[in-house]
Nanobody, 126 residues
Framework: EVQLVESGGGLAQAGGSLRLSCAAS????????IGWFRQAPGKEREGVSC???????YYVDSVKGRFTISSDKPKNTVLLQMNNLKTEDTAVYYC????????????????????WGQGTQVTVSS
């Protein structure tokens, strides 16, 4: 059974940092692209970032230069380092894994074909 467990959310001030972690189990890490979506109150779910087994990455424009995604394969964990946080980063962040080889189709495939974690709240105060 595919399982994804997020941790690391919480409260930060604008300009601060948080690091999210997604612990994956039940599947072969190398066969999946893993990444993060977020959903703010009253807004559509948004693909934030993903990383493939070869290390290729994707970032939505609003987080480029501030967020960094990485993977720790021996620990089956994907990390999202979030720096210079802004109030508009406030959202529930979800980890999702899709059985594809590149990030190219991750955002479009994840909603229907992805395995999802339970989400972790990130709140950025001004």
């Amino acid at each position: 059974e595919v399982q994804l467990v997020e941790s690391g959310g919480g409260l930060a001030q604008a300009g601060g940092s948080l690091r999210l972690s997604c612990a994956a189990s039940g599947f072969t890490f190398d066969d999946y692209v893993i990444g993060w979506f977020r959903q703010a109150p009253g807004k559509e779910r948004e693909g934030v970032s993903c990383i493939s087994s070869t290390g290729s990455t994707y970032y939505v424009d609003s987080v480029k230069g501030r967020f960094t995604i990485s993977s720790d394969k021996p620990k089956n964990t994907v990390l999202l380092q979030m720096n210079n946080l802004k109030t508009e980063d406030t959202a529930v962040y979800y980890c999702a894994a899709v059985g594809i080889s590149t990030c190219n189709d991750y955002v479009s495939f994840a909603p229907d074909f992805g395995a999802w974690g339970q989400g972790t709240q990130v709140t950025v105060s001004s």
